[in-house]
């Protein structure tokens, strides 16, 4: 039966709204099918505002990959402002889809695609809005299958009463496999209900359905043990892997916004892992192992992408774009490709030890000449030994001397604060690692107007990493050792302090986040209680209030013996069972701890893509080998095929 669209009753409401423009659809390249003739319909979620969620990449992957399907239809929704929310509350307007106004309740599943943990509460309103019951124990066969994804996903306790389902890792096939099940479900007149449903989803070994898992705890709250009350799902949950990212090269046809977003760019990922080794990045870890996309994948999808969108800036984006083997090569040539147009390229995310000046001049070399940014993370190489960021002072004044030298004026630097074993000198290292960078940009250029950029962050230990046990540090310390950092930049010479820009966050919503990545179901009810006392869109500062968590978090989790700080400033032991435990990140556990001893006594751990195997246990568990190049490849010259061709000489050559 066709499903209304709710945009009679939507659009007089957009006048009295910011940013109207967000809810109405027809982007180009947006998809809009018959309802009546898909088996399978899916709303995708981004759980923040229309800006930042519609960007995101692995949303517009799927979008496209089940809209490809005859019979399959997905439609996206994101995150109603309050002002809209206040709106659609008051004239009885359901939380709706962007493409073609349907009521989000309508569909066979909603899938939310967390990048943050900060989006839970942006769930709950979509939920509300919709008329979903905010329960997954009280939902019926007339209820979407509330499904998330995407890294937070790795530990979905604290939403283990909110969602039906969760996937661990890429969706590129998994969406596919759910797809599947579901239209044979349907198709055979929907045997044994919701319940039977999920136990075939569970039964792939490959979706995790919280349902059907107990949690026992300990007298001193710690988990006994996690463990299935069904015998048809399995004890351990597995990640989805996609291995040949040349046979999935999209989006095809990107989103191209209607309104202002974080990213006005198309991005292309050029491959997907890291093996550095971080110890503090989760999606590093969680990602491996690595494999990366071909030149000539890398070049088809950028021209494909130009021809449907009309973007003229180009994102190679990936965990450390310029460890990709082939960058080189892969820089030069899309530089030869698209010279004389109007067409420029950018590498998001560079390592000051990947990084050369010849990479950064055919990035550039269209005349857009933006800063450079790099990210030390800690300022002293104490630090750097702890969090195995293995960057010398050393080689980042050489980078960036050479960077000015060859007409560069500004950098960027990323630091975190509160890291394990920090300490106040190792965070105000920061401000002397800032004037030596302005005092070699000055001598390397011959120039005073040399700028530096100081960003830092709070540190959030997250699971699946080796800092998984760590205590997080509080924001009172974190916070003063953010006014020392101001002070000490200040101190001295002024010529050099004029030069450093500071912005930092402070540690409170750092804390919050780091409740919610390291809780279990018991935070569920702090969830709860935070948004029915007004928590919405958290993850912006105009929103987020600390008080309400921690109030919350008080009322909800004292009476259960356990607190805030229990969650977050408590160090694990060893043996402890962790939240997550039974969700196969691929990762060897024993492993994860050894790199956490590492990391204590300040021991450094090599890149395991250009050294033996250290037996972090993902290979084995995949069982598969890390993909590395180079392949001896060039990006072939093209010609203009159309109209929309961003290349308008079909002279133009590559290497």
Known sequence: ?????????????????????????????????????????WCLMYPDAYEVGLPNQGVMILYEILNELEDVLAERT?????????????HGVPQFTVDAHRPVRAFDVLGLSFSTELGYTNMLTALDLAGIPMHAADRTEDDPIVLAGGHAAFNPEPIADFIDAAVLGDGEEAVLEITDIIREWKAEGRPGGRDELLTRLAETGGVYIPRFYDVEYLADGRIQRVVPNTDRVPYRVFKRTTMELDEWPYPKQPLVPLAESVHERMSVEIFRGCTRGCRFCQAGMITRPVRERSIEGIGAMIQTGLEATGFEEVGLLSLSSADHSEIAEITKGLADRYAGTNTGLSLPSTRVDAFNVDLANEISRNGRRSGLTFAPEGGSERIRRVINKMVSEEDLIRTVSAAFSNGWRQVKLYFMCGLPTETDDDVLQ?????????????????RKDIRCTISIGGFVPKPHTPFQWAPQCDPDTVDDRLRKLRAEVNQGDRS?????GMRYHDGKPSLIEGLLSRGDRRVGRVIERVWRDGGRLDGWSEHFSYDRWVNAAAAELEPLGVSLDWFTTREREETEVLPWDHLDSGLDKEWLW????????EQEQDDCRWTPCFDCGVCPAMGTDIQVGPTGRKLLPISPVGVGSPVRNPSLTSS
């Open 496 to 500: 050099l302090a004029r030069n450093i």
């Open 594 to 601: 050894a790199d956490w001893q590492d990391a204590l006594s």
């Open 430 to 446: 920061i401000a002397r690692m800032a004037k030596e960078v302005i005092k070699a940009g000055r001598e390397a250029s011959g």
């Open 1 to 41: 039966m066709s499903v209304e669209s709710v945009f009679p009753a939507l659009e007089p409401l957009l006048p009295r709204v910011s940013k109207p423009v967000q809810y109405v659809g027809g982007e180009l390249n947006a998809t809009v099918k018959d309802w009546d003739s898909a088996a399978v319909r």
């Open 78 to 90: 994101y995150t109603v402002w309050p002002d809209l929310e206040a709106l659609m509350r008051e």
